[in-house]
């Protein structure tokens, strides 16, 4: 196939950013950031720089404060070193040719008191204990169960949006070329957004207008410190990853797309097929129907897809860009693989989380492949 007829290689234009392919990079929690103090480091610098050839990389999830935190070894974008950590990141990124999102995270309950602030109790919508959902507190702690969190009063709510909107400034100031707000997979604005973890009786809770209502305030907090058309928003309607549930994705997710396009944000990235679990089978189709009805922005599709399949779907007008997240950690060169139809490495499980620069910079791309058979 060539370049030109190759659907994944028009270039397409997301606000001042032209991306020169479809091929994306989707966030990836990879654990490896300098201790003490979450901080990016030389080798993820390395690692960002190998896949500069993505028309755009979305980081690894990054918390915008102490609070934030629910893994061992994940950075952060809340200290003076950290956002200079990120600046060797993006710095190595633009040279490289490349283009890179930060993605601002809070996990609310999916925490442990070691990982806090003074050992406090992880906070979340309301007092609900993630059946089953584990995290890890340290390198020797191995998986550990997450224990209730405790419910955020009122008068903390303004405090998570400007945490947010710390994280964005300091985004900006780290080099970023714009930001993905984290309200997906269970994290804290995920928890707000679905009706199995959010029986508040306050304006951010109980009915769905309530229940938009923070994430909607931290979109708009952060789309005030870099324009829309440098802000996106990852969402998984039917993720069933840390005990999630919602009684109608369908409304949920439907209304929050027409609100987002009232605000006229760039994106929405979708996990449609979540490789950590779904309540509905993966892929439902009337989910994302109902999300593209309200919001007219670019579509970013994420969900387990070949290359084949993604041009499919970006052909048959279901999404505008594809993000892969395993292949890309096996393969830095995904996109140039793709265009060639070239085989792809296997990715190794066992060093997704944690560790060095075995399994994270250490996957060959093809003249490295070539060379070396
Ligand atoms: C994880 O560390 O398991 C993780 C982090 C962020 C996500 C999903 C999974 O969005």
Redesign the pocket.
């Known amino acids: 196939m060539s370049d030109s007829k190759d659907i994944l290689f028009q270039s397409y234009d997301i606000g001042s950013l032209t991306l020169p392919n479809r091929v994306l990079m989707s ?1 990836l ?1 990879r ?1 490896r950031a300098s201790q003490p103090g979450d901080v990016p480091n030389d080798m993820n610098a390395r690692y960002y720089a190998q896949r500069a050839g993505a028309g755009l990389i979305i980081s690894e ?1 990054t918390q915008v404060s102490p609070q934030g935190k ?2 061992a070894f ?1 950075p952060g974008i809340h200290s003076s070193d950290q956002i200079q950590g990120w600046r060797k990141v993006t710095d190595a990124v633009h040279k490289a040719g490349g283009r890179i999102h930060l993605q601002l ?1 809070h996990v609310g309950r999916i925490s442990h008191p070691d990982l806090q602030p003074d050992g406090a109790q992880p906070v979340a919508p309301s007092a609900i204990k993630p059946e089953g959902a584990k995290t890890f507190v340290s390198a020797e702690s191995g998986m550990v169960e997450i224990p209730q969190p405790r419910a955020l009063r009122t008068e903390e709510i303004q405090d998570i949006v400007d945490q947010f909107r710390k994280g964005a400034q300091n985004a900006k100031e780290a080099g970023f070329d714009g930001v993905e707000v ?1 309200g ?2 269970g ?1 804290l604005l995920d928890q707000f957004l679905k009706s199995g973890s959010n029986k508040r009786t306050d304006e951010f809770g109980g009915s769905l207008e309530n229940r938009l209502r923070l994430p909607l305030m931290v979109v708009q907090a952060v789309v005030d410190v870099w324009g829309k058309d440098k802000v996106g928003i ?1 969402v998984s309607p039917t993720g069933s ?1 840390n005990d999630m549930y919602d009684e109608n994705p369908l409304e949920t997710f439907g209304e929050f797309a027409k609100q987002l396009n009232d605000m006229g944000i760039a994106y929405i990235e979708v996990v449609e097929d979540s490789f ?1 679990g779904n309540h509905a089978d993966g892929r439902p189709e009337e989910v994302i129907d109902a999300i593209k009805a309200g919001f007219k922005g670019t579509y970013i599709a994420n969900g387990d897809y070949s290359a084949d399949e993604a041009r499919k779907r970006i052909s048959a007008g279901r999404c505008d860009l594809v993000t892969f997240g395993r292949l890309y950690i096996s393969n830095p060169d995904l996109a140039e693989r793709f265009r060639q139809n070239a085989p792809l490495n296997d990715w190794d499980g066992d060093t997704f ?1 944690g560790g060095d620069e075995r399994g994270y910079t250490d996957y060959p791309a093809l003249e490295e492949a070539e060379a070396t058979s």
């Open positions: 966030p929690t654990s999830a629910g893994y994940t995270w984290h997906a997979n994290y990852r990853f950590q989380y």
